[in-house]
């Protein structure tokens, strides 16, 4: 046969040509599989064009993995590749050769056989032969493939190079024993390509090649962060986990969701006889695609913990006292309605909980609602992006992400405001790590010198507090450049004529002083923002958390609408949400002043939507919220107060304000795992399960709507949050059925409009991003054609600094901030009943040299802060990653109680705390972990 010169095509008749109405040809591009034709898509490989037509079985491999880039290290994957029928053919490793069209491609030929067979010999000469001992034993790839290509004996002489290395057993969580290693660089490649660590190389050369951690190091000693991508990869036992996640035994898998982050990890949970072993993160995953940080692969060994509450406990004489539910149920029903009928429906409380599911959110919101009689229900989402929530609901309508993670793919530049996500939100901060890495257009706007800081083409290091001030400057030399959008301003906004004077009224050198950042590298960071064909930004607690976070979060909006980065792939606001379900527990209506959906509950219209849904008398004012709810308890207005799944007392500002007010309360119920700082102040504790102990829907940062699958059985003693919602709810005149997940979104989604289609069994492995239709479409991207208000709204803001600074500048010289560290979560409640407690052991203090310098302070001495409001002991840590005059430290230990200094100042407009801006004084200390109110 003659060699095809012309692209070969297969002419395919497509409409309705049998009634002459049309008909048109298709031209598609082939190869040939086994003489067969196959139809081609662009970009392939040969091995993905033959997995996606005949299955991933025909063709083995050893360095390939489905997270990663093709390789080629191996060669296992060689496919004969000819241009003609039975002509002469090429051996080529399939996994990184692109298909060509009209090519012929044998996959397993007689002399491919044979290369196969040869080359998996040649890697057993250096591999111990001792599978039936070995952990991964009948699940090691390299097993599987040499008996696949048909190895049974190995005709070489065995190597010695490998043979007598020693394990690695320093970590907590990560191992290797390198005798096992192929040298296959999937480790290396996983800890460069998806986590960006940079941790593992090779060194040496032929028979000397070997895997190294930093500089020889032990996983303890390098910069390993524990992700468990290596471990995932590795296709034998040379990199595991001290679960042993890869060895295979008669194991049941579930897929669940991560209870951590608001990145939304996707989860596959092995048990054996009811007991949780391992966590793998599935390849098929759209979230995660096979990555997790270490606290979601890791961080569950809280769930059995023997400190996990197992019995209702009713306070009596000072002491927690073992009963029943039925009779902790009594107490708390009569006691409720006692002072609903003393003191009235709004003497009465709930803060929900960001850790549990929509469902169990939306029971807590009925509760208080419908059972209780008053809009007092709050959580920690409102508590934490409320801002966000108010700030974009102003300027786009609605207060969620426009865009999706997967946007990263198809950005020219990203901007990260306030947020330090490779520590916070690690698989997402790994996928902006990779941007920035890969030198598109970067930009950290962060009082710290973070991670991805270290990597930005510009950081705008700029003081605590003066986030509207730096973001005026950035649209001051936008508008001066004459970089907007006029088009999209035009034709899709309202409001900009004004908006541009009062920010051209403003003037630079001022506010480069107040922020402390050079104009100059401001104004080069706003156009390299600005001229990026498509921009997105993503912004954290740096944001929200301070006096004027709502002003902050409008100006992003601004950029963004200025700059016409919205409505399409690549773009976009972004907010990071703190904990796994922040959106949900919104959307499900825990905040005082909108119900389920965002429906305003003042509104005339939507009071009565309520009212007719649930079939009662509702309020139609809104409610307290955290704060007024501690203010109300303290001046005994306010008496009774249901927590579920929150440790308020240390994750609150002010911890000794916060105690006031719980000290003042005539009922403190808490729903928890464990007995935490808020537990011991409960008047009753009910135990509760853990989200691997029950079923529901989580929705993540990206607003998608996924399944929590239970794993296992709740701990004996202990009841699904839901669960008890539903028992009380019924004990004080409800008809609620049985806590189910699938019932309950059937009426979620007769209630709140943008899960119209949202269906249990519909949401798939991968979930749906709201808002989801009635007929199940959902939406990745919002405000495509238009912003739910019509047009979006410019709205202008103007610095003015804290009155936490300015009340206490004089006696309190330094600010002090907080912070989130990798491997613990908020109070760190769960993670320090884990191996993450032996990573990272205390909180610490970050100090500038210069100021350590001023008092005599060495790093790890002990170092006094005090506010105004009290002094806790804290170790230092001296870090050139706050500039001089800043602090920051994280409230993960109970023992240091970090929150004891923060204030009552908070948010003008949605009054969420101000954690991040603190008037602080230090001096070294001798003490340890010393807490005394001022």
């Not at 020889?216 to 995932?232: I, L, M, N, R």
Request: charged fraction near 25%; charge should be negative; include cysteine.
């Amino acid at each position: 046969m003659a060699p095809i010169t012309a692209t070969p095509s297969i002419s395919f008749k497509t409409g309705t040509s049998g009634n002459g109405t049309h008909s048109k040809n298709i031209d598609v591009k082939i190869a040939y599989i086994n003489d067969e034709p196959y139809e081609l898509k662009e970009g392939e490989t040969i091995l993905s064009f033959v997995r996606r037509n005949l299955g991933k079985d025909l063709v083995p491999t050893l360095c390939d993995a489905p997270n990663l880039d093709p390789f080629g290290s191996c060669r296992v994957c060689s496919v004969d590749v000819a241009l003609v029928q039975n002509g002469n053919a090429k051996a080529m490793a399939s996994c990184h050769t692109p298909v060509m069209a009209g090519s012929y491609i044998y996959p397993n030929s007689q002399r491919i056989q044979k290369l196969r067979k040869n080359i998996i010999e040649l890697v057993l000469t250096d591999h111990p032969l001792d599978c039936l001992t070995c952990e991964v034993n009948n699940n090691c790839e390299l097993q599987t493939v040499a008996a696949q290509v048909g190895v049974r004996d190995v005709r070489y002489p065995e190597g010695k190079n490998h043979l007598d290395r020693k394990k690695d057993l320093s970590h907590p969580y990560m191992t290797s024993d390198f005798s096992k290693c192929i040298n296959c660089f999937r480790c290396v490649r996983a800890c460069d390509e998806v986590q960006g660590q940079f941790v593992l190389s090779m060194a040496g050369r032929g028979f000397d090649s070997h895997i190294v951690k930093g500089a020889e190091q032990t996983f303890f000693e390098s910069d390993c962060v524990s992700c468990g991508a290596c471990a995932q990869a590795c296709p034998t036992s040379a990199i595991s986990d001290v679960f042993e996640s890869k060895s295979i035994v008669a194991k049941e898998k579930t897929r669940t969701i991560c209870t951590y982050c608001g990145v939304g990890c996707n989860l596959e949970v092995s048990t054996v006889n009811g007991e949780i072993k391992s966590i793998q993160a599935p390849y098929d995953a759209e979230v995660n695609a096979g990555h997790t940080c270490l606290k979601g692969r890791y961080a569950f060994s809280f769930y059995n913990h023997p400190e996990r509450l197992r019995s209702p406990l009713i306070k009596r004489n000072g002491e927690f006292v073992p009963v029943s539910w039925d009779e902790a149920y009594d107490f708390i029903a009569d006691k409720l309605i006692e002072i609903k009928n003393k003191y009235g429906a709004d003497a009465i409380g709930g803060i929900s909980s960001a850790r549990c599911t929509n469902e169990e959110n939306y029971l807590m919101q009925k509760f208080i609602r419908t059972i209780i009689g008053t809009n007092n229900i709050d959580s920690c989402a409102r508590v934490c992006h409320s801002p966000t929530a108010l700030g974009m609901q102003r300027t786009f309508g609605t207060g969620a992400a426009t865009n999706s993670v997967v946007d990263l793919k198809y950005t020219d530049a990203v901007m990260v405001i306030g947020a330090n996500p490779t520590d916070g939100h690690p698989v997402t901060g790994a996928k902006i790590k990779q941007v920035f890495l890969k030198g598109k257009t970067s930009i950290v706007i962060d009082p710290r010198r973070t991670e991805l800081a270290k990597l930005a083409a510009y950081h705008l290091q700029l003081k605590p507090g003066t986030n509207v001030a730096l973001l005026n400057m950035m649209l001051y030399y936008i508008m001066q450049e004459g970089l907007e959008d006029k088009a999209f301003i035009e034709n899709r906004t309202e409001g900009y004529d004004d908006f541009k004077a009062h920010v051209l009224a403003m003037d630079m050198d001022y506010l480069s002083g107040v922020t402390g950042v050079d104009k100059d590298l401001v104004r080069r960071a706003a156009i390299a923002y600005a001229t990026a064909p498509n921009a997105m930004s993503f912004h954290g607690l740096g944001v929200t958390e301070h006096s004027q976070g709502t002003y902050t979060v409008m100006l992003i909006a601004d950029l963004a609408m200025i700059t016409g980065n919205i409505g399409r792939r690549g773009v976009g606001v972004n907010p990071l949400r703190g904990q796994n379900n922040v959106q949900g527990a919104a959307d499900m209506g825990c905040q005082p002043h909108q119900g389920a959906g965002y429906l305003d509950v003042t509104n005339p219209e939507y009071h009565a939507k309520y009212e007719k849904f649930y079939g009662v008398k509702l309020p139609d004012y809104s409610g307290l919220k955290i704060p007024q709810m501690y203010d109300a308890a303290i001046d005994g207005k306010f008496k009774a107060l249901w927590l579920m799944g929150e440790d308020n007392v240390q994750t609150d500002p002010n911890t000794n304000h916060v105690k006031e007010a719980m000290n003042n309360l005539e009922l403190l119920v808490v729903q928890e795992l464990f007995m935490t700082e808020t537990s011991k102040m409960a008047h009753v504790i009910l135990p509760a399960a853990s989200f691997l102990e029950k079923s529901g829907t989580f929705t993540n940062g990206e607003r998608r709507i996924q399944r929590v699958q239970q794993v296992v059985k709740p701990i004996a003693g202990t009841k699904a949050d839901g669960q008890i919602i539903i028992d009380i709810m019924n004990r004080m005149g409800g008809d609620e059925p049985d806590y189910d997940p699938e019932y309950l979104l059937k009426e979620i989604s007769q209630i709140v409009p943008f899960f119209a289609g949202v269906k249990w069994n519909e949401l798939g492995e991968n979930g749906k991003q709201w808002p989801v239709l009635p007929d199940g479409s959902d939406t990745e991207i919002l405000h495509t054609e238009t912003f739910k208000i019509g047009r979006g709204q410019f709205k202008k803001a103007t610095w003015t600094e804290s009155t936490e600074l300015t009340d206490n500048k004089k006696d309190f010289p330094y600010i002090l901030t907080t912070n989130r560290e990798l491997e613990h979560y908020n109070c760190g409640t769960m993670t320090r009943r884990t191996g993450n407690a032996e990573i990272l052991l205390v909180d610490t203090l970050m100090i500038n040299p210069e100021d350590a310098a001023k008092h005599a302070i060495e790093n790890g001495d002990m170092v006094c802060i005090e506010s105004a409001r009290g002094k806790i002991d804290v170790k230092a840590k001296i870090t050139d990653e706050v500039k001089p005059g800043i602090l920051s430290s994280t409230f993960h230990y109970p023992e240091v109680s970090m929150n004891i200094l923060t204030s009552s100042v908070s948010d003008t407009d949605a009054l969420c705390p101000e954690y991040k801006v603190c008037a602080v004084r230090i001096r070294k200390s001798k003490g340890k972990y010393k807490m005394e109110k001022v």
